[in-house]
């Protein structure tokens, strides 16, 4: 989708510089990563259109994701046990060129934003898995998941954003044996128990007219509270 009459994109270069550290024992793991991605020429939406009117993706000179990724884990005993993760990161792209199309005069107004942060890009990552088996063939599992706000296009402004949200999930399997099979596993699930209104991705196209911008925009809503049932059998 390149403008054949611009500037043509080339290459991303990457550099990904990362240390880290994991501890475990018998009942306790911990691990820290700290890291750094540095872009050069990532290709991003801009704004900008090809002589047909399509958004093409287009070389920023500088971009950059850094953060710590940490991750723990704990057996409490030999029925319950804890597993979470957590991202914390910052994600931007230095020198930023916004288009927008403008319809009063044709063409598209360029509009220098210095530095802003990526899209679809959380700051906050994390996650949670707290396990219980009552029984030796049995586990049931309570999952929760949190992503922050995500900005839905690289301007970094909060009137084009996806809000951050908190689900939560509990699953439970049970496992047994018979003449005919090796094992057969009965799953449940109850999604998104708490029934969160939510989205994780949306589009936005941005205009300006009669002097002023507006935004035609559409988010896509994920399922309340779903269940979802299922058996596997082994040989």
Do not use: C
Request: no cysteine; net charge negative.
């Amino acid at each position: 989708d390149a403008d054949p009459n611009g500037k043509q994109a080339v290459q991303e270069i990457l550099f990904d510089w990362e240390a880290g550290y994991t501890l475990k024992t018998r009942s306790v793991s911990a691990g820290a990563n700290l890291y750094f991605m540095d872009y050069k020429n990532q290709l991003v939406l801009t704004g900008e259109i090809n002589d047909v009117g399509s958004p093409i993706m287009v070389n920023v000179d500088k971009s950059y994701r850094a953060g710590i990724e940490l991750q723990a884990g704990w057996k409490i005993s030999n029925m319950v046990e804890w597993n979470a993760n957590a991202t914390f990161s910052t994600n931007k792209i230095k020198n930023f060129t916004e288009y927008v199309d403008d319809w009063d005069n044709g063409g598209q107004k360029t509009t220098e934003l210095g530095t802003t942060n990526i899209a679809f890009s959380p700051n906050v990552i994390a996650s949670s898995l707290f396990s219980v088996s009552p029984l030796d063939k049995m586990r049931i599992s309570f999952v929760s998941s949190f992503v922050d706000k995500q900005y839905i296009d690289n301007s970094g402004s909060d009137d084009r954003m996806i809000d951050a949200y908190f689900v939560n999930n509990l699953l439970a399997d049970y496992s047994f044996t018979t003449k005919l099979f090796s094992e057969i596993t009965l799953h449940a699930q109850v999604n998104n128990i708490f029934n969160e209104m939510y989205e994780t991705n949306a589009w936005v196209y941005s205009y300006i007219l009669g002097g002023e911008r507006y935004k035609m925009d559409g988010y896509y809503p994920q399922a309340g509270i779903h269940f979802m049932f299922g058996v596997d059998f082994r040989f």
